[in-house]
């Protein structure tokens, strides 16, 4: 499978903006969908957002609509998500998803996870 590595995470104050970036490495294809999923204490991983390896189109929860951008350099095997207007909620840690298909649960690679505080 691939393996991804996230970075960028870290501490914010709310109202800020961070860049998480992820990068590939191993048998990596361009046929794989790429996304954020996100993990708060206590609470279940979410889907944050995706990019589809076919279209190019991008997907995102309602909570991060008009604030996360997610894009992708394959040149580089990295995606990103830029997360601008941070609020409390937004604190968890955020793993990067790469699959060849879209599944619930979702499956396929994974990141180890880079922890993203928010607060004032």
């Known amino acids: 499978q691939v393996q991804l590595v996230e970075s960028g995470g870290g501490w914010v104050q709310v109202g800020g903006s961070m860049r998480l970036s992820c990068t590939a490495s191993g048998q990596t294809s361009r046929t794989h969908n790429m996304a954020w999923f996100r993990q708060a204490p206590g609470k279940e991983r979410e889907f944050v957002a995706r990019?589809?390896?076919?279209?190019?189109?991008?997907y995102y929860e309602d909570s991060v609509k008009g604030r996360f951008t997610i894009s992708r350099e394959n040149a580089k095997n990295t995606v990103y998500v830029q997360m601008n207007s941070l609020k409390p909620e937004d604190t968890a840690v955020y793993y990067c998803?790469?699959?060849?298909?879209?599944?619930?649960?979702?499956?396929?690679?994974w990141g180890q996870g880079t922890q993203v505080t928010v607060s004032s």
């Open positions: 998803n790469a699959d060849k298909y879209i599944r619930d649960p979702p499956q396929g690679s």
């Open positions: 990019i589809m390896w076919n279209t190019g189109n991008s």
